[in-house]
């Protein structure tokens, strides 16, 4: 695959970013492209390495070195439909995904790894630029009639594998719009919003029908979808937001972060009107979580025009090469730093939020932390131990809580009788994706708890294979065995 000498005889490159006192003045996505002999040697470096690692790595399958050799023989339309042919949506996961294919890179051994997610991207650009990219409407359907409730990534991966399997699939949204997190909780400068409407366009063109403003359990009863549907598909995703349990955490000024990102996100698509405007503008801001939502935020409250914007992370800093205890081809938790953390914030990890501050009318005004330090016993889970005599206060006006989600809300499982686990996790196996109610299935996070883009792309794909099982005792769509290769 790729240049068999190519590995020796190119570095690594990957798209490069606009300065940042020029990307921070608006929410545009800031990459600068490659140009295509670049990105042909990029491809050129995937080193036939006889054993690939890298669609292991990737929860998807993707055949990673079949695009990369299409990608270096110029041949676009190929690396295309390769790349289609196991990941619906590589639109979304080329600008968001962590990439756990390049950890597991081969190459990556002892050199660079393969630049893949940002050839990925590239290629279906192409094929968007080119008009590759069009509707595939099944050639007969069946009769059936499939709900999917939520459209985020496992929602839309869902719906269009069932519908390409003749199934009539309609998709319920709450919210005003589809897209689920890709809309309202990915800011517009890492996934501007008409990258989603172009592809809800081509599943519209498809026959999929999407009806939002849709809340499921609410304003649209579970009993109506159980008699009009033949099976319902749960990719509602895990959206209770976790809290922090301190004194001080109802002042005005302490807010989840996926409330702060999604009016944002709502504002930058056109809406004005709110109860409560939430902004960071010429605000000492602390975001507290040091995940990808934690950047999201820091990222948005620069743009906001921040006094100053601080990121503490309980967890130890981690090294920035390869854990020993994490060694490839496994992910590795290393040191990792986004374009948002490059646009200025001042980072600080080991520190536990104490305490949040307010003046007399209810206003944060500043938070007390403490410096703390993890104990590892073997057979035992982590301890965490507080340091004496390093408490600290901070100014702080607006502080923003990026400590993930707990799990699904329950209005669904409750109305509809499933069955949950500790996480409240919807429950089906990864062998029938079927909940303990025949003919209703659950998949991404809701079933598997908060994770990836990719797994969430993954989850849809192979639920529809079962749904369409279920419906038709075999299903045609692809579905993944257990050494992650994909099969039909």
Known sequence: MGKITGFLEYTREVET????????????????????NALKNQGARCMDCGIPFCHSGCPLGNLIPDFNDMVYKGKWKEASQILHSTNNFPEFTGRLCPAPCEEACVLGINEDPVSIENIEKNIVETAFKEGWITAQKPEKRTGKKVAVIGSGPSGLA???????????????????????????????????????????????????VFKTNAHVGENVSVETLKSDFDAIVLCGGATVKRSIPIKGAHLKGVYQAMDFLK????????LSKFDEVLTAKDKNVIVIGGGDTGSDCIGTSNRHGAKSVTNFEILSKPTTGRPAEQPWPYWPMRLRTSSSHKEGVERFFSISTKEFIGDKNGNLKGLTTVEVEWIYKEGERPQLKELPNTEKNWDCDLALLALGF?????????????????????????????????????AGDMRRGQSLIVWAISEGR????????????????PLKDDNDLPRV
């Not at 009016?263 to 056109?270: E, L, S, T």
């Not at 409750?414 to 996480?423: C, K, N, P, V």
């Not at 192979?462 to 299903?475: E, K, N, R, W």
């Open 263 to 270: 009016q944002n996100n709502q504002r930058v698509d056109g």
């Open 406 to 442: 707990t799990g699904p809300e329950s209005t669904l499982s409750e109305q509809l009788g499933l069955e949950t686990d500790f996480r409240t996790n919807i429950k089906a196996t990864t062998n029938s994706y079927m909940t303990n109610v025949s003919g209703i299935f659950t």
């Open 462 to 477: 192979q639920a529809a294979h079962y749904v369409d099982t279920y419906l038709m005792g075999h299903s045609n769509l």
């Open 17 to 36: 970013y606009q300065p940042v006192k020029k990307r921070v003045k608006n929410y545009k996505e800031f990459t600068i492209p490659m140009e295509e």
């Open 158 to 208: 869902a719906a269009q594998q069932l519908n390409r399997a003749g199934h009539l699939v309609n998709v319920f949204e709450r919210d005003a719009k589809a897209g689920g997190l890709l809309r309202y909780g990915i800011p517009d400068f890492k996934l501007e919003k008409h990258i989603i409407d172009r592809r809800l366009k081509v599943l519209e063109e498809e026959g999929i």
